[in-house]
């Protein structure tokens, strides 16, 4: 009997060691939260490392992640979102995350996850006053402009619209340059400028819009702004100023890069501003954010993660990889954002752009069907800088069919 009570023991002591040296399980693969992202390849070690880290920090929790090639972010997403088994978090840019928010096809953000993010960029990812996608990284274009084509033509720097064109034909007289190429016919671009007069879509045809409008005719009609300005995008803008063509490109700081690499001579000649403003003297800026679909199985815990890699050092350390805007308030206010070496435009762009991000209120809100508005708005852009009828009627005819749509 006493051998029998210890081989009893033995055995319990034998299991007892093996559950206590046996390896936590986390969740199975079918429990994984599923993460996409656009185009992040080239950024593979700091997107493993985040999430061995939080993995780490959250042993219940297992990301894996997708890197989806830009060109066919909107088409896989569209058709992932409306299957029975989407990612549970996905990186999109606002417009996408609207028109899929518009189809009831997010999850619905509660605010509390909010408390990290600049509050004015969260309230421009509301939309109908909800919010269903948070922020990851933002940017916001600075004033690229030739130092030298600027002082051969006696004027100051402008600091609005207004002043551009006060400022435009004596560069034009004494350079041979165009002031610039705006692009006002490229996405949303024309609605942007609007923006900083306090106009949208659904005032198109107001006073402000039909002033501003006018405004690029004249720079038009007047030669001040190249002819290709009614056809040609940032890609050809980029190419005239680093020919010395155009005295102001409004871009990212990204861009001073490619001027570096392949026009040094302009390079040489460069120097950065606050970015060109309007009667509001908000400025604009461009986000990447995450949504949630409303259909994924792990919604709490993808939340989670997206709360993760957008905390302060999650933030800084991409904001130097890849020169982007962080949206954690705490990181804004790191050194990396608030000053810079002389001699470094890059960074001196860079804290520009941050600075910028507290002054953008109104903010450009995506509405509903926004690429068939932008494409109302880019004709009438275009019949307008030709003259083909008068601004007024041009932009009733616009907001009509702009009704039209809304009725739709």
Request: net charge neutral; glycine share 4%.
């Amino acid at each position: 009997m006493k051998s029998f009570v210890i081989k009893i023991c033995i055995v319990l002591i034998v299991i007892l060691m093996v559950l206590l040296t046996a390896p936590v399980h986390k969740k199975s693969a079918d429990n994984e939260v599923i993460f996409w992202t656009l185009q992040m390849g080239d950024f593979s070690s700091y997107m493993n490392k985040v999430i061995k880290e939080f993995e780490a920090q959250n042993p219940g929790i297992k990301i894996k992640w997708i890197d989806v090639p830009f060109s066919e972010g909107e088409k896989r997403t569209l058709a992932s979102v409306l299957s029975d088994n989407p990612p549970d978090l996905i990186n999109l840019n606002p417009d996408f995350s609207a028109l899929l928010a518009q189809r009831g096809a997010l999850y619905e953000i509660d605010e509390k996850y909010t408390e990290q993010f600049n509050k004015d960029i969260i309230n421009s990812l509301k939309y109908n006053g909800k919010l269903y996608s948070l922020p990851w990284y933002a940017t916001s274009a600075v004033t690229i402009y030739n130092k030298e084509l600027l002082s051969a033509a006696g004027v100051k720097m402008p600091e609005t619209f207004e002043d551009l064109g006060e400022i435009a034909s004596q560069i034009k007289e004494k350079t041979g340059a165009y002031v610039l190429l705006p692009n006002i016919t490229e996405n949303d671009t024309m609605l942007r400028i609007l923006n900083k007069y306090g106009v949208t879509a659904s005032n198109i045809n107001s006073k402000e819009s039909v002033e501003v409008f006018d405004y690029f005719k004249m720079l038009y009609q007047d030669g001040l702004i190249p002819k290709e300005s009614v056809t040609q995008t940032h890609r050809e803008a980029l190419e005239k100023y680093m020919a010395g063509q155009i005295v102001f490109f409004q871009a990212g700081a990204n861009f001073l890069n490619m001027i570096r690499e392949n026009a040094p001579s302009i390079y040489k000649n460069t120097d950065v501003a606050p970015q060109i403003t309007g009667k509001l003297k908000q400025n604009d800026f461009s986000l990447m954010n995450f949504v949630v679909p409303v259909r994924a199985k792990h919604k709490n815990d993808a939340l989670k993660f997206a709360v993760f890699l957008t905390n302060y050092e999650n933030q800084l350390e991409l904001a130097k990889l890849t020169n982007v805007l962080a949206v954690n308030q705490k990181t804004l206010q790191d050194d990396f954002y608030t000053s810079y070496d002389a001699n470094d435009l890059i960074a001196k762009a860079r804290v520009i752009s941050a600075k910028q991000l507290k002054k953008i209120k109104p903010s450009f809100k995506t509405m509903k069907d926004q690429k068939e508005i932008n494409t109302i708005v880019n004709t009438a852009v275009q019949q307008i800088l030709l003259n083909k009828n008068t601004t007024g009627n041009i932009l009733d005819d616009a907001l009509n069919k702009i009704k039209l749509m809304d009725e739709d």
